[in-house]
Each structure stands twice: as structure tokens, then as C-alpha cells.
């Protein structure tokens, strides 16, 4: 019989089998790296056979894969909540940049093993990790329009587009969360956050 492989990922009907093999890789990619993480580790750490594993992923790097997928899914509902927090423009779009770098900053930022999980997602997912992005970005300027819409803001200064401001505050953000200052300090992460949220809003001010 052809084995059938299910795609990598997380959905809130999954079996626990593989959510929690998915959850064990994520656990011993952060701690140990990706190279030193086998299937046999995933799968005591999962307490599940390594067949079972490969029931589900045909190898490593698809549990790998799988997480990208998880942490995917995690950012969406994070971003879902966010917008709908009822709070003022600055924390609610604080809100949003704190799920996308917020939650990679609480996993891998005090991981020494960081550098060769962000050359793996490369190697592995470099296109994807840039729709993820680009799904990303496509959010905040929806958020932006939005608020204009409800007249809670106004429109982008002259010579700018609201795509453009979102890019600029998206690479400040990448920045601020690879600042070695910050040395794994979530709270000068969220401040910043803050910081860039203000500096788009107040850019947008209406007059």
C-alpha cells in the first residue's frame, strides 16, 4: 500500500499524535539545534514510536516544516485578538506587531542554537517564510486601512503610501528584535514595539 503523507501542519481538529511531535521538535530544535535533533529524539521526547513519526512526516525536515506552519497559525489568532482588543490605535497595532515578533522573540531569542534554525528555514522555507511575510504585512496594512475608514486616523504624510509606512515599521521591528541590546529582555522588545506603533499612528494623524 502507498503510503500517504498528511501535510506538515497544526489545525485545531488535529490528532494529538502529531501536535504533540510537532510540539517536541519545536522544544529540541530550540534547545539542542536542528542538526543535533534526530527523529529517534522527537519521538521520545513526543512519547510516541519514531513509525509514528514517519506516519506523519516523511522526515525531519517536514517536522521542521510543520512548525513553520504552527507558528504561522499561532501569529494569525494572536493578530485575530489583537485587532479586536477595543483599545486605542497605538496598542492595538502594538498588539499586532508583538504577535509576529513578540512570539519568535519568547522561542528562539535566548537559543544559542538561533543562527542555524533562521539558516535552516532559510534552506528549507525560504519562499514560504516570505508569504508569510508578505500575509503579514498584507494584515497591518489592512489594520491601517481600516482605522482610516472608522476615521480613528487619517491618511499616510505626502510621499508615502500606507504599504510603505508598514514595510519601514516591519524591517524596524526585524531590527529591534535582532538588537543584541536587548539580549533576550521582552519587555525593551515590547517597548520598542510600542515605540514603532506610535511613530506610524502619530504619522497617520489626523488634522
Same mark, same amino acid.
Given at each position: 500500500?502507498?503510503?500517504?503523507?498528511?501535510?506538515? =501542519?497544526?489545525? *485545531?481538529?488535529?490528532?494529538?499524535?502529531?501536535?504533540? /511531535?510537532?510540539? !517536541?521538535?519545536?522544544?529540541?530544535? @530550540?534547545?539542542?539545534?536542528?542538526?543535533?535533533?534526530?527523529? #529517534?529524539?522527537?519521538?521520545?521526547?513526543?512519547?510516541?514510536?519514531?513509525?509514528?513519526?514517519?506516519?506523519?512526516?516523511?522526515?525531519?525536515?517536514?517536522?521542521?516544516?510543520?512548525?513553520?506552519?504552527?507558528? !504561522? #497559525?499561532?501569529?494569525?489568532?494572536?493578530?485575530?485578538?489583537?485587532?479586536?482588543?477595543?483599545? @486605542?490605535?497605538?496598542?492595538?497595532?502594538? $498588539?499586532?506587531?508583538?504577535?509576529?515578533?513578540?512570539?519568535?522573540? *519568547?522561542?528562539?531569542?535566548?537559543?544559542?542554537?538561533?543562527? *542555524?534554525?533562521?539558516?535552516? &528555514?532559510?534552506?528549507?522555507?525560504?519562499?514560504?517564510?516570505?508569504?508569510?511575510?508578505?500575509?503579514?504585512?498584507?494584515? +497591518?496594512?489592512? &489594520?491601517?486601512?481600516? +482605522?482610516?475608514?472608522?476615521?480613528?486616523? =487619517?491618511?499616510?504624510?505626502?510621499?508615502?503610501?500606507?504599504?510603505?509606512?508598514?514595510?519601514?515599521?516591519?524591517?524596524?521591528? *526585524? =531590527?529591534?528584535?535582532?538588537?543584541?541590546?536587548?539580549?533576550?529582555?521582552?519587555?525593551?522588545?515590547?517597548?520598542?514595539?510600542?515605540?514603532?506603533?506610535?511613530?506610524? /499612528? $502619530?504619522?497617520?494623524?489626523?488634522?
Amino acid at each position: 500500500m502507498k503510503r500517504v503523507h498528511k501535510k506538515p =501542519g497544526l489545525r *485545531e481538529n488535529a490528532s494529538p499524535k502529531p501536535s504533540a /511531535i510537532v510540539l !517536541a521538535g519545536l522544544r529540541l530544535f @530550540t534547545r539542542y539545534g536542528y542538526r543535533k535533533t534526530s527523529v #529517534d529524539d522527537i519521538a521520545e521526547a513526543a512519547q510516541v514510536a519514531k513509525r509514528t513519526v514517519y506516519l506523519h512526516f516523511e522526515n525531519k525536515a517536514a517536522v521542521f516544516l510543520a512548525i513553520l506552519d504552527y507558528l !504561522a #497559525d499561532q501569529v494569525r489568532q494572536r493578530c485575530v485578538a489583537a485587532e479586536s482588543a477595543g483599545r @486605542t490605535p497605538v496598542a492595538r497595532l502594538t $498588539g499586532l506587531l508583538e504577535a509576529f515578533f513578540g512570539m519568535g522573540f *519568547e522561542l528562539f531569542s535566548k537559543s544559542e542554537h538561533m543562527p *542555524e534554525l533562521e539558516e535552516t &528555514f532559510s534552506k528549507l522555507a525560504r519562499t514560504r517564510i516570505g508569504d508569510l511575510n508578505a500575509e503579514y504585512e498584507d494584515r +497591518l496594512v489592512r &489594520f491601517l486601512h481600516s +482605522l482610516r475608514k472608522r476615521r480613528e486616523i =487619517g491618511g499616510p504624510p505626502q510621499g508615502l503610501t500606507v504599504q510603505q509606512i508598514v514595510h519601514i515599521v516591519v524591517q524596524a521591528a *526585524e =531590527g529591534a528584535k535582532h538588537d543584541a541590546k536587548l539580549q533576550g529582555d521582552r519587555k525593551a522588545l515590547q517597548r520598542s514595539l510600542r515605540e514603532l506603533a506610535t511613530l506610524a /499612528i $502619530g504619522a497617520m494623524k489626523k488634522y
